[in-house]
């Protein structure tokens, strides 16, 4: 049984922080290839980081230079540092596992309001 749990969501200011973590079980993380998606009302679920197995990293271009994407394979787990947070960045965040074949987590609210 494949499972991913995020937590760490919340609502934040608008320039405030959140740390995003995905706790991964069931599979050998240190050869998965790790993402975090996003989806908004009304938008379609999006691709926010990636971290391969190598450790490189990709972001979407409307979150470089403020959100960091991270692993620690001892941990089996994820994260996403998200910093100068904008009302935009409001969505549920997806944790994915692929190596492919891709795994979801149930996902976890991120509100950025004032």
């Known amino acids: 049984q494949v499972q991913l749990v995020e937590s760490g969501g919340g609502l934040v200011q608008p320039g405030g922080s959140l740390r995003l973590s995905c706790a991964a079980s069931?599979?050998?993380?240190?050869?998965?290839?790790m993402s975090w998606y996003r989806q908004s009302p009304g938008k379609q679920r999006e691709l926010v980081a990636t971290?391969?197995?190598?450790?490189?990293?990709n972001y979407a271009d409307s979150v470089k230079g403020r959100f960091t994407i991270s692993r620690d394979n001892a941990k089996s787990a994820v994260y996403l540092q998200m910093n100068s947070l904008k009302p935009e960045d409001t969505a549920v965040y997806y944790c994915?596992?692929?190596?492919?074949?891709?795994?979801w987590g149930q996902g976890t609210q991120v509100t950025v309001s004032s």
């Open positions: 069931g599979l050998t993380f240190s050869v998965y290839d």
């Open positions: 971290i391969t197995r190598g450790g490189s990293t």
């Open positions: 994915n596992a692929n190596n492919g074949n891709p795994h």
